[in-house]
């Protein structure tokens, strides 16, 4: 590996340093005296300043050999140093490094630790290029020193039994890490979309996509991956093999759920399918996208695509299984990632264990904007502007039916339509607010349905256009089925054209079920009305 050394590191309100002998004091008054943070560290509280004094003559020698990684922890604007982290062990073989810290206690429960742990560890990620993996250890009864790990951003592993030994004797060790491939940037995933997918926002049928219709790249880590982790066994009486013979049986199930992906299942093709006594009722692609290299390291890249299950076998679990499976097959053969494309139900791969990455429309990659406060979701009150909400509905409404309604009548839609609404009786609106904006709302009537009365009715869930990537209507919903679940609602019934494809996938994305439809005229245009439900979720 590398040796970078140990140079200043400043973060948002600490400067990492190199020791001096003049630390002496400050070092032992502040945490080497402290038998409470030497509590559980392998070495015991200092008796005298001599102690700490010459231990940090030593630390300081060894900055001369450039691999030493040992940092004073100091504020910004106060030299004292206040703490310690440091590179405890390396092992060139493995790329592996190992950090240990401690700090003040009178700092304690600040942030302060995790700040510094996350530079570190960008700081040797950037500065060893070969580095693959750090980590750090803690006793088991230490838990606080697990919560620093955890802000940080470290992967738990495990606990492995007395692995480590302190004062105490052998102890109970409680493993975190992170790997080079856990601090990809959106730049690195970018480069990695170019070359899977070159010229791609040129091509003729990603130009015809609406606007609004946003997709999700996502990947999912294969070396470890567990599919029994995500599911306790497979769908009954189901087969699941790799398929080999004629292709009519494929394309007549694949025409089933989208006859545009019939082009790609083709003799040079590796499909993967599910059965029910012969017949098929699940498939999908797998491709080999061969090896790339992103950051340094070597990666073999599956790319698992057009998993479909036939309308009547939906809702059992088998494209869940189909999914699984498919990962299963690309770790087996040793493949590094897998990566998936063009994906519109990300939240249902995340719920499988991939990572989304990167997401796009037909007018290129979406750059991820970072603010400095999250956006928050909570009641309305009487300070809102109702006219800022009525903003949002008239916004969301016209990228809705964009293509659907005349653009003269969307642009006849007077401000403030809905500004009298979010206050009607028996009702309540939840907005969504960032950096004090109002860029969206939730709108639910109270009011049991003749229907059911376990149900109430949702009457709008709206997100301004330059905000729906960020998923802020599924926090609404889930926000929303909290209320419901409070004043003792099982779910809620709503109503979408088909025509708003945004509303209409969002419902079903989340599981919404289709009771019935109607129609409806908008301006002289014939609109199909749909009316469904969605429960509330047993785990909220």
């Not at 052998?170 to 010229?199: C, H, M, W």
Request: proline share 4%; hydrophobic share 35%.
């Amino acid at each position: 590996m590398n040796k970078v050394g140990t140079t200043t590191i400043e973060t948002e309100r600490l400067v990492l340093r190199r020791y001096t002998i003049k630390d002496a004091e400050d070092m032992y008054n502040n945490w080497t005296s402290d038998p409470e943070v030497a509590k559980f560290m392998p070495w015991p509280a200092h008796s005298d300043v001599n102690v700490t004094r010459e231990l940090l003559t030593e630390w300081v020698s060894y900055y001369e050999d450039g691999g030493t990684y040992n940092w004073g922890i100091t504020l910004k604007g106060d030299d004292h140093v206040i703490g310690n982290i440091a590179v405890v062990n390396k092992d060139e073989q493995m790329k592996t490094m190992e950090i240990g810290y401690c700090l003040s206690r009178a700092h304690w429960g600040k942030g302060i630790m995790p700040e510094a742990l996350k530079a570190v560890i960008r700081y040797l990620f950037e500065g060893e290029k070969d580095l693959n993996r750090i980590f750090t250890t803690h006793d088991a009864r230490n838990e606080k020193s697990g919560r620093v790990m955890q802000k940080a951003g470290m992967h738990y592993d495990g606990t492995l039994r007395d692995a480590k030994i302190n004062k105490f004797g052998f102890y109970d060790a409680a493993y975190y890490s992170v790997l080079r491939s856990d601090l990809i940037t959106e730049e690195q995933y970018v480069k990695l979309f170019d070359e899977l997918r070159p010229n791609f926002f040129a091509r003729e049928d990603v130009q015809e996509r609406p606007e609004w219709a946003i997709s999700w790249e996502e990947l999912l880590r294969l070396k470890g991956f567990d599919p029994y982790k995500y599911i306790d066994k497979l769908p009954e009486n189901i087969t699941f093999e790799m398929y080999h013979g004629d292709l009519k049986p494929i394309h007549e199930a694949v025409c089933e759920v989208s006859p545009d992906w019939v082009q790609y299942f083709n003799e040079d093709s590796h499909i993967f399918c599910a059965k029910d006594n012969g017949k098929i009722i699940s498939f999908a692609l797998l491709e080999n996208a061969g090896e790339h290299e992103v950051d340094g390291m070597k990666w073999k890249v599956g790319c698992p695509g057009c998993l479909g299950t036939i309308p009547e076998y939906r809702g059992r679990g088998i494209g869940g299984a189909m999914h699984l499976l498919l990962m299963k097959s690309f770790r087996d053969e040793f493949y590094d990632v897998c990566y998936l494309h063009n994906n519109a139900r990300a939240k249902w791969y995340e719920s499988f264990g991939c990572k989304k990455i990167l997401q796009w429309n037909k007018n290129g990659i979406i750059k991820t904007r970072h603010f400095e406060t999250k956006p928050v979701i909570r009641p309305m009150n009487a300070e809102d502007d109702r006219n800022a909400i009525s903003h949002v509905y008239e916004e969301s409404y016209k990228i809705a039916y964009k293509d659907v309604l005349p653009q003269e009548y969307l642009d006849s839609i007077p401000e403030g339509i809905w500004a009298e609404k979010p206050d009607q009786p028996d009702q309540e609106t939840l907005v969504c607010t960032l950096e004090d904006k109002i860029i969206g709302f939730s709108l639910v009537s109270f009011i049991p349905s003749m229907e059911d009365p376990d149900y109430a009715l949702i009457l709008s869930i709206s997100v301004l256009p330059e905000y729906m990537h960020m998923d802020l209507g599924t926090e609404l919903l889930r926000e929303t089925m909290t209320a419901l679940k409070k004043k003792g609602f099982k779910g809620a019934y709503f109503w979408v054209p088909v025509e708003n494809q945004i509303g209409l996938t969002f419902f079903i994305d989340l599981g919404a079920e289709i009771l019935r439809a109607r129609e409806i005229s908008i301006d002289g245009k014939t609109l199909t009305d749909l009316y469904g439900y969605i429960k509330i979720p047993k785990n909220l």
